[in-house]
């Protein structure tokens, strides 16, 4: 069965800081890799996403994964942090074609210290 | 305002009590979940519907029993829940379940068991 791992539980950073978020999957077929975000009281919802192609991949709000195959892993970055990206940080992965459903990681909660 | 609709927010019930949760979706998807989110723990699938037929229950006890009357609602109905039940329930829909479609979340039920 696939699993998630996602090394940080609860990341503390000033603003300006550089952030990355490690997430590896054990699944070693086809997948397809996704970071989500819940803010406070909000609902999850989609950071960025790699189905395929270049492995490096950005998404919404200045964050950037890269898909490493060789390492499993999807470690999401973003060079410059704001108080406004405290949140908590989800990791999932799904098999590709597959109809079993995404595997979450546990999350990292990340704060940002004004 | 993700497509996905959940109600109640907040619910608390005693043991004894019958409660159902509902979802609602606007995206014109044909799939739809749920899931629990408990603290620290990664979220959990619980049911997958796909037309409106569910395709997935990943061992879920049978104080919780799902129902899809159509493809835009979902609803989980509860009965002699124990507190160890108490989560975050959140719903989600995507298009198809199969290749690397992304899901819609709700903002999720706040359930508290007493």
């Known amino acids: 069965a696939q699993s998630v791992s996602q090394h940080n539980h609860h990341v503390i950073l000033s603003e300006a800081a550089s952030l990355e978020l490690g997430c590896n999957y054990s699944?070693?077929?086809?997948?397809?890799l996704f970071w989500y975000v819940q803010y406070p009281g909000q609902h999850l919802q989609l950071l960025l996403k790699?189905?395929?192609?270049?492995?490096l991949v950005k998404g919404i709000k200045g964050f950037e994964a890269e898909f490493i195959k060789s390492k499993f892993s999807f470690n999401l970055r973003k060079p410059s942090v704001q108080w406004s990206d405290t949140a908590e940080y989800f990791c999932?992965?799904?098999?590709?074609?597959?109809?079993?459903?995404?595997?979450f990681g546990s999350g990292t909660q990340l704060t940002v210290l004004p | 305002e993700t497509g996905v609709t959940q109600t109640p927010r907040h619910l608390v019930m005693g043991m004894t009590n019958k409660k159902s949760l509902k979802c609602e979706q606007h995206?014109?998807?044909?799939?739809m979940y749920w899931y629990k989110q408990s603290a620290k723990k990664p979220l959990e699938l619980m049911f997958v519907?796909?037309?409106?037929?569910?395709?997935e229950n990943n061992s879920v006890p049978s104080r919780f029993s799902p129902e899809c009357p159509n493809s835009s609602h979902l609803f989980l109905h509860l009965h002699t829940l124990q507190p160890e039940d108490s989560a975050l329930y959140l719903c989600?829909?995507?298009?198809?379940?199969?290749?690397?479609?992304?899901?819609?979340f709700g903002q999720g039920t706040r359930l508290t068991v007493v």
């Open positions: 989600a829909s995507s298009q198809g379940v199969l290749g690397g479609t992304e899901a819609f």
């Open positions: 699944y070693g077929g086809t997948v397809n």
């Open positions: 790699y189905f395929s192609g270049d492995p």
């Open positions: 999932a992965v799904k098999e590709t074609g597959s109809a079993r459903q995404l595997t």
């Open positions: 995206l014109g998807h044909n799939a």
């Open positions: 519907y796909s037309l409106e037929e569910r395709v």
